[in-house]
């Protein structure tokens, strides 16, 4: 990728950005249809699940396109703590058991015990879609953004990879990738350091009317997706018919993911791998909720400085009266 | 604040340029810790800095500083409608400072609306207030070295 095509490619990243907008109003299908412009989220069912891996394989193949072609050699970097993230070569393209630039949902698999039998089970794991994302919200550039149907992205054109967005996430979720993006336009040996890539649950395919791939290619259909307040009261019912536990709905504040599972989160977040790019499932306080409140101090202080002043300026009117009278 | 005049009636002409110049420094250094460059540069390495390296802690005070600048601007400008503009008149530069500070609050509000749940902006001008409001903090920078090079104050007496 030549420079001239970079900044080519980001301004028509930043049209891709607004018609992204645009693309959110589309109409949906019925199964993917929000209701007067309500979040979309899905449920993942993880008694379902036969970890066959249909899901990952659709989502590759459908956002293949999307994936990081970095320029090699990456640019030398200074801090040398700033360390390289490359995923590029073939054995890095192919790694499917944790997520990666070019694996942005992964199977997870936990043995536990249910109604008294040792059972494994699998479940896809990927972005949570955070109803207030962390990572849109802290991303100084706007390059994470959060669109009106419930979908936080990642602007390829626009990040710069410097990482916060994993930082602040609860997940870890997205990943980096060296050597491609905006950054080598700029100072890339001081500043940024490639792209960050996740899950963008197909926002494209969901413009143009059609399912996120993983939905749509799962042969056990392990996930469903429609209007946030439909797929929460599924789960409640599952809930209480079915006396399974739900993850997802208040975590982090509510996220567009929720799981139902056979056991208690404790025991499945115990069961499972952990590490960078495989996910927890942590009970996680919302991220944003002091930052919410301080919102709302900031509406009374002016108030406060228009009463501290006033009552300064009255007092100092008054002794300017009295000095008068006394002077008189 | 500082005055071309001579700050003798008014307490507020002694205390106003160093809680001004304190909040921006703590809003300056807060906002700039909102980049991921702390850690890389090792400054969040020097003792009592790690917290530069929290990106939530460096957001937290950063919206602290918002609220208590708030009050002080309002304050400011009640202080000088009320009180000294009988007696001092603001020079240009205070106009353009006041220009791109209200620039720099407008875009910032629009930051925190951002950050509440249930509200969603467009991705074009999500990203026009992020980086439109680093922009004007950096222009404030600029000229506030100008305008110290130049002994520009804010206030002038009539």
Sequence with gaps: MSKQISRRSFLKGSLVAACATCASQVPLPASAKSKSGQELATLIDIRKCIGCEACVEACREVNDFKYPEPEKPFPKMYPNRVKVADWSDEEGREVRDRLTPYNWLTIQWATVEVDGEETEVSFPRRCMHCQNPPCADLCPWGAARKLENGITVIHSDICLGGKKCQVVCPWDIPQRQTGVGIYLDILPSLAGNGVMYKCDRCYNRIAEGEMPACIEECPEDVQIIGPRDEIVREAHRLVEEEGVYIYGETENGGTNTLYVSPVPYETLNEAISKGPGQPSFDQVEDQMAHADNLAKAMLIAPLAGLAAAVGRVYKASKKLGDNTGEAS | ?158
């Design chain 2, 1 to 158: 604040m500082t005055s071309e005049a001579t700050p003798n009636a008014f307490s507020e002409l002694t205390y106003f340029k160093p809680v001004y110049l304190f909040l921006l420094f703590v809003l300056g250094l807060t906002g700039f810790g909102q980049m991921p460059i702390f850690k890389r540069y090792y400054i969040a390495d020097i003792p009592g800095l790690g917290w530069l390296a929290d990106f939530y802690a460096t957001h937290y005070i950063h919206y602290i500083g918002a609220i208590v600048i708030f009050g002080f601007f309002v304050y400011a400008a009640v202080i000088y409608w009320g009180l000294m503009r009988r007696r001092f008149q603001l020079t240009g530069a205070a106009y353009i400072r006041i220009a791109i500070l209200a620039l720099i609050t407008i875009t910032g509000i629009f930051r925190v609306l951002k950050n509440l749940p249930d509200v969603v902006f467009s991705p074009l001008f999500t990203m026009v207030i992020d980086i439109s409001h680093l922009a004007f903090m950096m222009f404030l920078m600029i000229f506030g070295i100008l305008f110290m090079v130049l002994k520009k104050g804010w206030l002038v007496e009539k």
